[in-house]
């Protein structure tokens, strides 16, 4: 090892890259609960940098089939569902905003017959309920169709945004940037 080396903490994405075939796609199943989604990113490693294991899970989800969706779909259900992402805020007609998301869940959930999937990653904490609440409000008018269509390509934000968070997890708190 080089002197300018010591103390030099590995990449974030090294970790993902040394992580044995089994130990990577148990990790990449936090990500998206699409097996065959998390053995071909596993497969494919080593990624060179963040935004090739990005491009890469986007073309392994657009490649999902309905049976694999429904097994992501399932690893969503099992997590707690969209609910676990909301955090009370203490505001004036939040326990109402809560019972109406329910409600509009049990709908979706009876509409289209899987559990309702979003990414909030966009959004401030303090706008999460009010855009789920407008996203079921605009999903529950979809056609069966088109919901599969949205319903994947949150599937593929989500796991974007888990991707992310497991490659920068060891970076310092307040990293500027992206590595690699």
Not at 14 to 22: G, I, K, S, Y
Not at 30 to 48: E, M, V
Not at 65 to 74: C, H, K, N, P, V
Not at 117 to 126: G, K, R, T
Request: a negative charge; aromatic letters at 4%.
């Amino acid at each position: 090892m080089l002197p300018s080396q010591r103390g030099t903490p590995p990449r974030p994405l090294d970790r993902l890259n040394r992580a044995t075939e089994q130990a990577a796609r148990s990790e990449l199943l936090r990500c998206c609960g699409s097996r065959r989604w998390a053995s071909r990113l596993a497969a494919h490693r080593p990624y060179p940098d963040t935004q090739s294991l990005l491009a890469a899970a986007d073309e392994a989800s657009y490649d999902l089939s309905a049976e694999d969706i429904g097994e992501a779909l399932a690893g969503e259900a099992a997590n707690g569902g969209p609910e676990h992402l909301l955090a009370p805020t203490g505001r004036p007609g939040v326990l109402a905003a809560h019972t109406a998301l329910r409600a509009a869940l049990a709908k979706y959930e009876s509409e289209f017959g899987h559990t309702f999937v979003i990414c909030l990653d966009e959004l401030p904490p303090a706008e999460r309920l009010d855009g789920m609440l407008a996203a079921l409000g605009r999903r529950l008018y979809a056609t069966q169709d088109e919901e599969r269509a949205v319903t994947a390509d949150e599937l593929r934000r989500l796991a974007r945004g888990r991707l992310l968070r497991l490659v920068v997890r060891d970076v310092t708190v307040g990293s500027p940037s992206v590595p690699d």
